[in-house]
T-cell receptor
């Protein structure tokens, strides 16, 4: 089981913010939320991860609700190159032996 | 520096033949992972190495699948007596160690069994 639920697809206009939701209602106290993306015909790429505080890096921001049952990945200014499948994954930093990828959200950025 | 590399990038083989897929992880990364991705599907975990040992082989789909890693570096995934359902993209990833939060993926090997 992937332990996360994501919408199968979303659209976003270029230059606008893309907000990708993820539900992880069964997350346990020591589990992190990881986001990866997979551009067509490439291997997945790490984006960001967090435990309970909001996180930001050069690629994206991660907003985690106070109860930690859901989160949102934000791409502040989407570009055409951000078109990809985005995977939300729950796992422990101390047991990242395998990432359980679900089917993700296919984000289509249009001009 | 160089990322994770995999070879071959594409492999077409006849049903019943054996195939070997190779993964060169990032230098110094002790953890190495194999996944496969069937058309339109998410990633399926196959096996994980820490150094040369494989503490978790739970994802290997059958005894036709095996993997080894030598010198704590290169890994080979072998599929014996290939079947059409083995057709998929086989992805390799590495990370500095098992406690790292980021896995670095290679471009994958697309295997087609005819």
């Amino acid at each position: 089981d992937a332990k996360t639920t994501q919408p199968p697809s979303m659209d976003c206009a270029e230059g606008r913010a893309a907000n990708l939701p993820c539900n992880h209602s069964t997350i346990s106290g020591n589990e992190y939320v990881y986001w990866y993306r997979q551009i067509h015909s490439q291997g997945p790429q790490y984006i960001i991860h967090g435990l309970k505080n909001n996180e930001t890096n050069e690629m994206a921001s991660l907003i985690i609700t106070e109860d930690r049952k859901s989160s949102t990945l934000i791409l502040p200014h989407a570009t055409l190159r951000d078109t990809a499948v985005y995977y939300c994954i729950v796992g422990s930093t101390y047991n990242t032996d395998k990432l359980i990828f679900g089917t993700g959200t296919r984000l289509q950025v249009f001009p | 520096g160089a990322g994770v590399s995999q070879s071959p990038s594409n492999k077409v083989t006849e049903k019943g033949k054996d195939v070997e897929l190779r993964c060169d992880p990032i230098s110094g990364h002790t953890a190495l992972y194999w996944y496969r991705q069937s058309l339109g599907q998410g990633l399926e975990f196959l096996i994980y190495f820490q150094g040369n040992s494989a503490p978790d082989k739970s994802g290997l789909p059958s005894d036709r699948f095996s993997a080894e890693r030598t010198g704590g570096s290169v890994s080979t995934l072998t599929i014996q007596r290939t079947q059409q359902e083995d057709s998929a993209v086989y992805l390799c990833a590495s990370s500095p160690d098992r406690n790292s939060y980021e896995q670095y993926f290679g471009p994958g090997t697309r295997l087609t069994v005819t």
